[in-house]
Every structure is written in C-alpha cells, then in structure tokens.
C-alpha cells in the first residue's frame, strides 16, 4: 500500500539556520502531496501542497518541490525562526486531498534563539 | 473560514466506558474523517464518511464505531474503553482538496 516516509526528529536548529526535513513516498499512480504543521496544543494546518510532478507548494518560507523521479517532496526553509518550532508531517492523498490522507510518522523542529 | 470543533479537548474515561467523541464543520463538507495520534506513530485512519449514513472503515478501526447522522456532524464511539485507546483522537473534513483538522481531543483511560 502507499507509504510516506519521513526524516526522523528531534530536529534542533538555531534561529536563521536552514532546514531541511526528508520526505519520500511510495505511491501507486499520483499521489498528490501535502506538508502539514502542528504547533504546540493545536490540531494540524496544512502548510503547502503540490498535485503534480515538479510543481513547487510553498508558504509562510517553506517550499517543497514534487519530485517523481526520486518520489520525493523535502520540505525547505531558507531562514527558521523561533514562531516555526512545531512538528512537521508529511502526507499523500490519491485524489487530490479530498480522500483519505496516508501520513508520515512526523519529525518535530524546536528552533532556539 | 473554515471551523471543525471537537467536543472536549481533555477526556479522562474508565476502563469498560462507552465514550463519544463529537465534531461539527461548518463548511457543509460531503467528507468527514477521524484519526488518532500516538508518538512514533504519526496519524493512522480510523473511520471515515463519504456522505449522512455511510461509512468505511480506515487502518484501525478495531474498537471504534462511527455515526453520521447529519452532514455537519461526525461521531467516533467507543463502545467499551480500554486502556491502549488513550491516544489524541483528530478529526478532519475536506473541501477544495484540503483537508481541515480540528484542534484534537486528548482522551486518557485508566
């Protein structure tokens, strides 16, 4: 079945530092793909998206880029800062995120000042 | 913008307890999902309803019930808890290809 894999956590940076979490899926036919944040006590918001191959989802910094030669889509911010302390899951979906989602195991970024 | 409320934030049951879990959208969204977290684990499916009285089983749904009633209203049961059911339970709907979660209820069995 479908699967999403994810770097795992704790990820420790320093405010301004670059950040990179890993992600790679394996799908069959095209999934769309979807990075969430939960921040401390709250449910989960969706962060960016992309529904097809190369297409870049980006938001609030992050960007992610749909890569389906290598079935990945890492989740990359130029600059964190301490408000981006969170954990972060990544996810696909068959149809576009209106049918059920299949989740990675969640990686959780605490930034420092 | 769009709202789904769960019931209780914090629950702390029994061990045999039928206990519900509410939530409501507001967004007259055709489909309604519930989800537990658990460290290490990430999100894995319980139930979830396409549309009023219909309903498909998810990963796990061993344990758990589900009734919809109403197309605003989504209810996960637990017909008799038990202690491995202490989890955050979330529940999402979905509209324009986005699927929206409400802040999670933190159930405890003991």
């Known amino acids: 079945g479908d699967s999403v894999t994810q770097m795992e956590g704790p990820v420790t940076l320093s405010e301004e530092a670059f950040l990179t979490i890993n992600c790679t899926y394996t799908?069959?036919?095209?999934?769309?793909l979807f990075w969430y944040v939960q921040y401390p006590g709250e449910g989960l918001q969706l962060l960016l998206k992309?529904?097809?191959?190369?297409d870049k989802g980006s938001n609030k910094g992050f960007e992610a880029t749909y890569r389906k030669e290598t079935t990945s889509f890492h989740l990359e911010k130029g600059s964190v800062q301490v408000s981006d302390s969170a954990v972060y899951f990544c996810a696909l979906s068959d149809r576009g995120g209106s049918e059920k989602l299949v989740f990675g195991k969640g990686t959780k970024l605490t930034v420092n000042p | 913008d769009v709202k789904v409320t769960q019931s209780s934030r914090y629950l702390v049951k029994r061990t045999g307890e039928k206990v519900f879990l509410e939530c409501v959208q507001d967004?007259?969204?055709?489909?309604m999902f519930w989800y537990r977290q658990d460290p290490g684990l990430g999100l894995r499916l319980i139930y979830f309803s396409y549309d009023v009285k219909m309903k498909e089983k998810g990963d796990i749904p061993e344990g758990y019930s589900v009734s919809r009633e109403k197309k605003e209203r989504f209810s996960l049961i637990l017909e008799s808890a038990s202690t491995n059911q202490t989890s955050m339970y979330l529940c999402?709907?979905?509209?324009?290809?986005?699927?929206?979660f409400g802040p999670g209820t933190r159930l405890t069995v003991l």
């Open positions: 967004m007259d969204h055709e489909n």
């Open positions: 999402a709907s979905t509209g324009a290809d986005t699927q929206y």
């Open positions: 992309a529904t097809k191959a190369d």
């Open positions: 799908a069959t036919g095209y999934p769309s």
